[in-house]
């Protein structure tokens, strides 16, 4: 008998280890809380597949992204699109780092890019921009992909409350599996490092044109990142798409429900004139549509870790989720840290290399 994973969560990464566990033969099921795949963070998000360019101060990141960019795009071909003018832009006065150290950082972590001399007419107040390959996730598509893939091992609209652990099995709300992964991005249990819950809102536009993907950095500053629906928009801002920070899920959670829209109203004024410093035109151009809901779990820390984390306590790992181009990384520290248990090591033998040496030195003693 083949042998057993549960997975909790049904997000980018539960459904990226249950496809590739699956393809390795091992039995999987893929224990979802909502009705349908890739429902919260997962699907509620900018949408971004990052190259690293976003993480001018962490090299770790840069260096997670760099290689899972290439890895999802041959992996996934059909679930993410190229964005054809994608600028990273270093606005004057406003970033933590100034353009020449930004563009070094990128240039020394091996990261493509094209140096735009001339700005965008549409932009303003910027020391410099980055023309760059990142491109943009077909969510809907990925969500009919997993579903389809893993028709058979899903078990969709089940929340679960509780695992308990023997040394030969562990059980999921009574089912007996040989393992459990946890993919809830912190929210079943929490991974042992520090980290707490951001409750976050992302603004959706729709534009009159076609318009490019524009990303501040380096800092407390704004983006605007296509989806994959053409004409629709994502504005995010580093200091107000937060809602707060909290050391529990469920505090997380009772915070987005207590948004109401007089806080998305000034949350929408505060976002437009932040981006209106550097795209004057932008109300021209854009129209509101509604807000987005969302909860990061971030671990504590100012220098912006964005990379991802595996765990292994028993027979339960914990996956601290980095960005989506990091599900190769969890896939791969999963299947290391099963090859590295007790069990899968080589047994002692007698003898060992010093009788071997002497057996063959036996040969060349002269007689
Ligand atoms: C505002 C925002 C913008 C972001 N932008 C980007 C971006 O542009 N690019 C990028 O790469 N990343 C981005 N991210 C990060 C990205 O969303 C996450 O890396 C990714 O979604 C994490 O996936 P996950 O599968 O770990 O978690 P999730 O998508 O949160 O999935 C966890 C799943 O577990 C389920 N679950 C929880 N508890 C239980 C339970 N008890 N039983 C059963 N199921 C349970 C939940 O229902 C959920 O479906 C952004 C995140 C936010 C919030």
């Not at 890739?38 to 090299?59: K, T, V």
């Not at 820390?301 to 765990?311: A, E, L, N």
Request: contains cysteine.
């Amino acid at each position: 008998m083949s042998i057993s994973f549960a997975i909790i969560g049904g997000g980018w990464y539960g459904c990226h280890i249950a496809c590739s566990l699956r393809a390795l033969g091992f039995g999987v099921t893929v224990f979802e809380h909502q009705p349908r795949l890739l429902h919260l963070a997962s699907g509620n998000n900018q949408f971004r597949l990052h190259l690293g360019f976003h993480y001018a101060r962490h090299y770790g990141t840069r260096m997670q992204s760099r290689e899972g960019f290439s890895r999802f795009v041959e992996r996934y071909p059909e679930l993410s699109r190229p964005v054809p003018d994608n600028i990273y832009a270093v606005p004057c006065g406003d970033s933590l780092i100034d353009f020449l150290t930004y563009k070094l950082i990128m240039t020394s972590s091996g990261i493509e890019f094209t140096e735009l001399y001339d700005h965008p007419p549409m932009l303003t107040n910027l020391e410099g921009c980055l023309k760059v390959p990142e491109r943009v996730l077909l969510i809907d598509r990925a969500r009919r992909y997993f579903l389809d893939r893993l028709s058979e091992n899903l078990v969709l609209g089940h929340r679960v409350a509780a695992i308990e652990e023997t040394e030969a099995a562990v059980h999921v709300d009574g089912q007996r599996f040989d393992f459990v992964i946890d993919a809830t991005w912190g929210h079943f249990s929490k991974p042992p490092i520090e980290l707490f819950y951001e409750p976050t809102l992302l603004l959706y536009y729709e534009a009159n044109c076609d318009f490019p993907a524009i990303t501040m950095v380096d800092g407390p500053l704004c983006s605007i990142y296509p989806t994959e629906d053409p004409g629709l928009y994502t504005l995010s801002s580093v200091p107000h798409t937060p809602l707060g920070r909290f050391s529990t899920s469920e505090a997380a959670r009772q915070a987005l429900d207590a948004v109401d829209p007089a806080l998305v109203a000034s949350k929408v004024e505060l976002m437009e004139q932040q981006i209106a410093r550097y795209v004057p035109g932008y109300k021209d151009v854009f129209r509101f549509i509604g807000p987005q809901f969302s909860i990061k779990t971030k671990p504590s820390g100012s220098f912006d870790d964005r990379s991802c984390y595996v765990f292994k306590t028993g027979r339960v790992f914990s996956v601290m989720s980095g960005k989506i181009d990091t599900i190769f990384y969890a896939m791969e520290r999963i299947l290391s840290l099963i090859e590295a248990m007790p069990d899968a090591s080589v047994p002692a033998e007698a003898g060992g290399l010093r009788e071997e040496v002497l057996r063959s030195a036996a040969s060349w003693t002269p007689t």
